[in-house]
């Protein structure tokens, strides 16, 4: 069975703070997606990694695809309140149609 | 675009009850997909629709049935609900089966 371990579960920062948050598997992935979701609503897609190796910004989001293609991390510069969230990350195998979740990282910036 | 919508948003449901949860997708999306989501346990794949034509059983299945209508369209039905059925389900779509999956809103049902 694929698992997809988060860490941490929780945090909770001051705003301007830096994060990192990690994506951990000891399955390799086709690709790996990172997703934000807000209570009440669907997760959002953050973004797609598909290269071993691969990092990617978006605006102080910065995500990592490992070398061998098994984990990833996101990492924030300069946390914001509009930040706050629950961040999940998902593996997907090519051939399975199964995107394996993590647990999520529930992330909280206080202004 | 609206992306993947979902119907209804909440549902109230007696024990034994039946109802079905509807999902439209308007990305020309080969694969479709229903999971739920509860406290501690994540998303969990319920049923997915490779393509057209065809679904298969994810990893929660029991109690569940599904129908890919057509390309756009991918039901969820409950035949006998069950207060572990308490859960907020997404439907989800996608293109090939690991490129990036795109949520609905959700439904959050609660059985009673």
């Known amino acids: 069975t694929q698992l997809l371990e988060q860490s941490p579960q929780f945090l909770s920062i001051q705003e301007g703070e830096n994060l990192t948050v990690y994506c951990n598997s000891s399955s390799v992935f086709s690709s790996l997606q990172w997703y934000r979701q807000e209570p009440g609503e669907g997760p959002v897609l953050l973004v797609t990694?598909?290269?071993?190796?691969e990092v990617k910004k978006l605006k102080r989001l910065t995500f990592q695809f490992g070398d061998a293609r098994k984990d990833s991390s996101l990492h924030i510069t300069a946390a914001q309140p509009g930040d706050t969230g629950l961040y999940l990350c998902a593996g997907a195998t090519s051939g399975t149609y199964k995107y394996i979740f993590g647990t999520g990282t529930r992330l909280k910036v206080l202004a | 675009n609206a992306g993947v919508t979902q119907t209804p948003k909440f549902q109230v449901l007696k024990t034994g009850q039946s109802m079905t949860l509807q999902c439209a997708q308007d990305?020309?999306?080969?694969?479709m997909y229903w999971y739920r989501q509860d406290p501690g346990m994540g998303l969990r794949l319920i049923y997915y629709s490779a393509s057209e034509g065809t679904t298969d059983k994810g990893e929660v299945p029991n109690g569940y049935n599904v129908s890919r209508l057509n390309k756009r369209e991918f039901s969820l039905r409950l035949e006998s609900a069950a207060p572990s059925q308490t859960s907020v389900y997404f439907c989800?779509?996608?293109?090939?089966?690991?490129?990036?999956?795109?949520f609905g809103q959700g439904t959050r049902l609660t059985v009673v």
């Open positions: 990694v598909v290269t071993g190796g």
């Open positions: 990305m020309n999306h080969n694969s």
């Open positions: 989800a779509s996608s293109d090939t089966d690991y490129t990036e999956a795109f």
